[in-house]
């Protein structure tokens, strides 16, 4: 079957460094996203990453490692506004997207 | 318009009623689908389109139906609702046929079932 373990909740100080970790099985593999979901809005892109490797924009980098079924999101100098649930989504040989139910990362002072 | 529309924001539907949800898009994506949220789940594709004229089932499709008469329209109809549809619904459309297919979000329907 096709399966997305990630943490459910994650706690980080502002200007700290977090990585939201995700494993994944999936049918076949096209590649894998991460979206940040601020609460009561719509997932918005973050991330892709179809070659193993760190790929960086900004705060935020995804590491992707397909031989293990692993991928990572790094967030650097947390800001407040960084409080949103993260999801990953490996896409699989269908193109389609299998969603994990996300990390809810919240962020104190 | 700008991006991804739905329509309405949210609505309170008695049990048995018929429910359109709408999803109007501006950028020309070919591929376009419709998730429910559930909390502590995951998004879970209810139906997809990937171009004007077809569509498909996802994992949840029973109760729902869409139709794909143009490129920018996406409908998605519960012909009789239930109370286990209460949940967000959330439309988005992907130009399949660029690099990396990927997915942009309307605002999503909040949708209680009563």
């Known amino acids: 079957g096709q399966n997305i373990d990630q943490p459910t909740e994650m706690t980080a100080t502002e200007g700290a460094i977090v990585q939201i970790n995700c494993t994944y099985q999936?049918?076949?593999?096209?590649?894998l996203f991460w979206y940040q979901q601020h609460a009561g809005e719509a997932p918005t892109f973050l991330s892709y990453?179809?070659l193993d490797g760190l790929e960086e924009k900004g705060r935020f980098s995804s590491f992707l490692s397909r031989s293990k079924g692993y991928s990572y999101l790094l967030l650097k100098e947390l800001q407040m506004k960084d409080s949103a649930s993260y999801l990953c989504?490996?896409?699989?040989?269908?193109?389609?997207?299998?969603w994990g139910a996300g990390t809810k990362l919240i962020i104190k002072p | 318009i700008a991006g991804i529309t739905q329509a309405p924001t949210s609505q309170i539907l008695a049990a048995g009623r018929r429910m359109t949800l709408r999803c109007t898009q501006d950028?020309?994506?070919?591929?376009m689908y419709w998730y429910r949220q559930d909390l502590g789940l995951g998004l879970r594709l209810i139906h997809y389109?990937?171009?004007?004229?077809?569509?498909g089932k996802g994992e949840v499709p029973d109760g729902y139906s869409v139709s794909r008469a143009n490129t920018d329209d996406f409908p998605l109809t519960l012909a009789s609702a239930v109370p286990s549809q209460t949940s967000v619904y959330f439309c988005?459309?992907?130009?399949?046929?660029?690099?990396?297919?990927?997915?942009?979000f309307g605002p999503g329907t909040r949708l209680t079932v009563l």
């Open positions: 988005a459309s992907s130009d399949s046929k660029g690099d990396t297919d990927t997915q942009y």
């Open positions: 950028m020309r994506h070919n591929a």
């Open positions: 389109s990937n171009t004007a004229g077809t569509t």
């Open positions: 999936t049918s076949g593999f096209n590649g």
């Open positions: 990453n179809v």
């Open positions: 989504a490996p896409m699989d040989s269908n193109y389609q997207l299998i």
